[in-house]
């Protein structure tokens, strides 16, 4: 597992014309960022945000690679990309592209932050075009909730019991 964080500015205003535009679907979820003013505070300080990103992330990696393991779970490949972004909900997951993203702004903590990355990559590895939504997130939370990942992510500070 070797996860890059990178940044696209078209992928920032890709989601925010999205965000805009479908915003009934955000509604429900448990935390979003709507104001704009964020992206540009994220373009700013992309490298700032990107080292951040890589100081949450690379100490567990290689904890994670040993969980996807012992769980059987396997990512479509090894070295796959995560868009850091400013707005938006806390994650989301592109099955097409093989890549996830991850808002990492407004997080309580970075273990929040890789609290996402590791929602995001499970659903990438237990991903399956006939499923609907509740039953993606649910396949999700019941292997976040599953020893050695339970362990893991209540070790980074992520609470996903919040999660709704
Ligand atoms: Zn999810």
């Not at 505070?41 to 904890?63: D, G, T, V």
């Not at 994650?91 to 590791?118: M, Q």
Request: glycine share 2%.
């Amino acid at each position: 597992m070797d996860i890059n964080f990178k940044y696209s500015f078209v992928n920032e205003v890709t989601e925010y014309k999205y965000l805009i535009t479908h915003s009934q679907e955000y509604k429900q979820l448990r935390s979003v960022v709507w104001n704009p003013l964020y992206i540009l505070l994220l373009l700013l300080f992309r490298k700032l945000y990107l080292s951040r990103a890589e100081s949450a992330w690379k100490p567990i990696e290689p904890e994670v690679e040993r969980a996807f393991k012992m769980l059987r779970l396997e990512l479509p490949k090894d070295n796959l990309v995560c868009y850091v972004h400013s707005i938006s909900c806390e994650g989301w997951y592109d099955p097409n592209k093989n890549c996830v993203h991850a808002r990492i702004t407004k997080c309580k903590n970075l273990g929040e932050f890789a609290g996402s990355v590791i929602h995001e990559l499970l659903h990438l590895a237990t991903y399956k075009n006939e499923l609907d939504y509740n039953q993606r997130e649910k396949i999700v939370d019941d292997y976040v909730a599953r020893q050695p990942l339970s362990t893991i992510v209540r070790k980074i500070g992520d609470n996903p019991q919040d999660l709704s």
